[in-house]
């Protein structure tokens, strides 16, 4: 079993939608959950870090579940901008020092007009 | 404020030989972590480098090094090339100690080997 899965997509969504991704991970003792976005042949940029109490950015909700192990980020009002893939992403810490970051395989997003 | 650069941009290497990427950190930061990303996957962690020693390493083999500078550049060096090796390699800085995942990346190299 993948450490992060997450669904690959494609999310075919029209502008103003509303959508979710969610993810799951495997290792109860990963202690800090991340967003990243990634455009076609560019590198990963950190969209948003996740928090058990919820957190929000804009347009941008990201959900942490430790109980379940799940993660979510719902976009509103989707814009063309947004067409990118998502990352899902866990941080393993080693006793205190920083630890490597373990992401998913990416869903990809695609609005249309 | 200089971001992480990476260099070259591009490579193309035949299977068997070697191959030495470079990174230099983001202003500031010391940490330099290296990623392997296949098509349609996401970044495989390889290998931190802190303080000009590598702190943890990745579950790839030992044909994968890697080197840090005083100045905090870093190399990462894949020899007995293989197929398989053909991916974008990149490079993520960061500040020991300091906040986790807020990791920088760079453009990467896309490695491939024929």
């Known amino acids: 079993r993948k450490e992060v899965e997450q669904d690959p997509g494609p999310f075919n969504v029209p502008e103003g939608a509303t959508v979710a991704f969610n993810c799951t991970y495997s290792n109860s003792a990963s202690q800090s959950f991340f967003w990243y976005r990634q455009d076609c042949r560019k590198e990963p940029k950190l969209l948003m870090s996740?928090?058990?109490s919820g957190n929000e950015d804009g347009r941008f909700t990201a959900q942490l579940n430790r109980a379940s192990q799940y993660i979510s980020l719902l976009i509103r009002d989707s814009k063309l901008s947004d067409s990118a893939t998502y990352l899902c992403v866990v941080n393993r810490d080693y006793g205190g020092s920083q630890g490597n970051l373990i992401f998913g395989k990416g869903t990809k997003l695609s609005v249309k007009p | 404020d200089a971001g992480v650069t990476q260099s070259p941009t591009h490579l193309i290497k035949t299977r068997g030989q070697q191959v030495t990427l470079r990174c230099s950190p983001k202003s500031g930061h010391d940490t330099v972590s290296w990623y392997q990303q296949a098509l349609g996957q996401g970044p495989q962690f390889i290998f931190q480098y802190y303080e000009e020693e590598e702190r943890q390493r990745g579950n790839f083999p030992d044909r994968f090094s890697g080197h840090q500078f005083p100045n905090y550049s870093s190399e990462l060096n894949v020899n007995a090339l293989l197929l398989g090796d053909s991916a974008l390699y990149l490079c993520?800085?960061?500040?020991?100690?300091?906040?986790?995942?807020?990791?920088?990346f760079g453009p990467g190299t896309r490695l491939t080997v024929t």
């Open positions: 993520a800085s960061s500040l020991g100690g300091g906040a986790v995942g807020k990791q920088y």
């Open positions: 996740v928090y058990s």
